[in-house]
């Protein structure tokens, strides 16, 4: 007899994964590399892990995209601002995020591209 495995619920680390974004502060790339070893390591294990884990990494492409296009527009002074707005984006959507994963609520992350199917 086949046994169906069912992935279980463990929202403190679905909020972890959100968290480890955070790391872009301290280490500038921490905040992709962390992620993306949580959700290939546990997104076959946990519900919802993969969607979000996704839904992180494709966040974290989009921005870092979307720096290199503020970092060349600092050159002519608009990017400045760009750059400002995309740190406190960083800073933020994750922590929300965070929040709402460990409460068992959706997740979204706005201005985001889908890389990550």
């Not at 919802?48 to 494709?58: F, T």
């Not at 720096?67 to 600092?74: D, F, Q, R």
């Not at 997740?107 to 890389?115: D, G, K, V």
Request: no cysteine; aromatic share 10%; proline share 4%.
């Amino acid at each position: 007899m086949e046994t169906i495995h069912t992935p279980k619920e463990d929202r403190q680390l679905l909020a972890i994964l959100h968290f480890s974004q955070l790391l872009n502060f301290i280490s500038g790339v921490g905040g992709f590399v962390a992620p993306l070893i949580i959700w290939l390591l546990k997104k076959d294990e946990i519900a919802h892990m993969d969607e979000q884990g996704k839904q992180v990494l494709n966040f974290q492409i989009s921005f870092f995209i979307y720096a290199i296009i503020g970092a060349i527009l600092s050159l002519i002074l608009v990017g400045f601002l760009l750059l400002g707005i995309i740190a406190l984006l960083n800073l933020i959507f994750p922590i929300i995020n965070g929040i709402k994963a460990s409460n068992g609520e959706p997740t979204h992350y706005p201005l985001t591209i889908n890389f990550i199917k």
